[in-house]
């Protein structure tokens, strides 16, 4: 892809995980994290994606921006990324939800193939 493609499907991306619930703070920071570690415009989709799904599991945003740039810095990208995203994403909302109670395991599990 073109450079103007990444930085077009990067705003895209900030715009989308804004409309799902992401402050825009946190998404504008979180790819312009990914772009200065050279992330191409489909990685930074997978990324904004799985923060989106933190949005919608109700997970503390602030935390989970936090989490996604320091995986960015260690150097995850792509799927390897968004599944550490969806992960945390789990673990945290599974930390507020009571013991005992049975649940199925997320899409991203079922489509990455990670139980």
Request: charged share 35%; proline share 2%.
């Amino acid at each position: 892809r073109a450079a103007g493609e990444d930085v077009e499907s990067a705003v895209i991306s900030i715009e989308e995980a804004a409309q799902a619930g992401v402050p825009i703070e946190q998404a504008e920071s979180a790819v312009g994290t990914a772009i200065d570690a050279g992330m191409d415009g489909h990685g930074i989709e997978q990324m904004t994606r799985a923060m989106a799904y933190g949005a919608e599991q109700e997970v503390d945003a602030g935390e989970l921006g936090s989490f996604v740039e320091s995986r960015i810095r260690e150097g995850e990208r792509g799927d390897d990324l968004a599944t550490s995203i969806y992960e945390e994403v789990d673990r945290r909302h599974a930390m507020r939800q009571e013991q005992g109670e049975e649940k199925k395991p997320s899409w991203w599990r079922r489509v990455f193939k990670r139980n």
